[in-house]
């Protein structure tokens, strides 16, 4: 195309270039602001030992996380699993990258309007900074900061965008065609990318300063961890050597992971506190080293969570090591008329645990130990709720700071407002591990093929598991050894002449109070899903 056969532009009209130069423009202005307010976050956190929430891309993603619904938490954690907080991520920089490119777009054909709308996503950022837990006026300061250096780096490239004549990257051939403002396409291009990989590299420091900053567990590491009153240990009989199948306890490193922290909180155990509140004769609290001075217990408790899918793996089983919680309750003195424990975490995250769960007989442990390591940080560093029976959402609460004795009709837990039981007893669940499903299976010389896989209903026991292998009749599997009810158990079947070809299983487990699981399939949502897990696979 000539430019001699296009009008010239006027101020309403202007070359179709710099539209896309607009949108880089507004691109590298918001990735400058970005990159400027998460690198002065990850300084104010460590430096000024802010408690609170000052990078907006974590805030604006905890606030989207508190509002997610009951159906898009299922289908986040269906389809992305425990990479659902990358998806978030790359959602939220794919959405930013287009709210960006139209706000420069807009700004080249009218200022105001365009600046303008830079201010309302930079004032919703500071909104979203404001509204998280433990956060002040001066947590505002990063993103503030990013803003007003963003809005006049987005100002003075739309300057120079302003400056680019038409023709392009011909009219540096003319040197009679160069603009008089001296900005061309080329120079705009490079300006524009360059302050955008800026802004995307303080973003990435600012994630690599916040969590690399601060050393944890070293007061567990000099402390030690306590000595256990009761230890427990596991009978060779619970494990199997099957290949696939789930081993009896969990490694650290492969255990689920499920919470709504963006960033694993880095909480130091040495200024770490728990606080008993609420309904109790006297307030209590103690710090870590009075912690690990009472006397722990180890217990084996299988961990679930309300979202998991029937086959699902959002499950593990670990051995924990903890002071029980009812002695500290105890201390306390818990009023008659409290039936609910509101523990909260350092993120404000909070569940809803009934007080019977906290203060009979069985092992509801604040854990500091997870198979004989102080617990990960992933894992709720330094000390976090395991209560056996309960869904997570319920009990598990990581990186736990108070314990507010109080009653269901006056307080509820984080997820309750948002679609889910305030009570969560864990459903009696199986799942098949051997096969996975369209997997093929070998039959040994009898023709005998080995199915295998884990059974739970916590505190009550599993006392069967049946199989059922195309249309024939439910067969007993056979059940490995049961060192305690509060954790998962172990079975096998061998199917005996087992015919080559495809074939479908199916699993149900009965417990122990006779309870047999349900055909009917339930989804997650409110209250754990139900249903037989049923896999597809050959026989070769
Ligand atoms: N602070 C905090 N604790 C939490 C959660 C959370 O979001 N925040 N999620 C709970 C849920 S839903 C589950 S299933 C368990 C999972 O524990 P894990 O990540 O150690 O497996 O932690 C519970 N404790
Ligand atoms: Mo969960």
Redesign the pocket.
Known sequence: MSVLTRPEPTSTQRPQGRGLLAALAGIAAGALTLGLAEVLAAVWTSWLGSAGTSSPLLAVGGAFVDRTPPWLKDWAIETFGTADKLALGVGMAITLTVVCALIGVLALRRRGPGIGAFAVVGLVGLAAVYSRPATGLLDLVPTALGVVVGGRVLLWLLDRVAGVRDGGPRSSHHPSAAPPSGSTRRSVLLLGGGLTGLGVLGVVAGQVLSTAGRAVQRTAEALGLPTPTRTVSVPEGATSDITGHTPYLVDNED???????LRV?RVDAAGWTLRVTGLVDQEVEITYADLLAEEHVEALVT?????NQVGGD?V?NARWLGWPVRELLARAGVQPEADMVLSR???G?T?GTPIEALTDDRDALLAVAMNGEPLPA???YPV??VVPGL???V??????TELKVTRFDADEG??TPRGWSARGPIKTASRIDVPRSGGRLEPDADGTVVLAGVAWAQHRGIERVEVQVDDGDWQEATLLEEPTVDAWRLWTYAWPEATSGDHQVRVRATDADGQTQTEESAAPAPNGASGWHTVDFTVA
């Open positions: 255990f689920y992971r499920i919470d709504t922290a909180p961990l679930t969570c309300v979202s959002l593990g975490s350092t993120d995250w569940a992933e894992h709720g976090r709720l869904y997570g959402y009990s598990a609460t990581k990186w736990v984080y997820w």
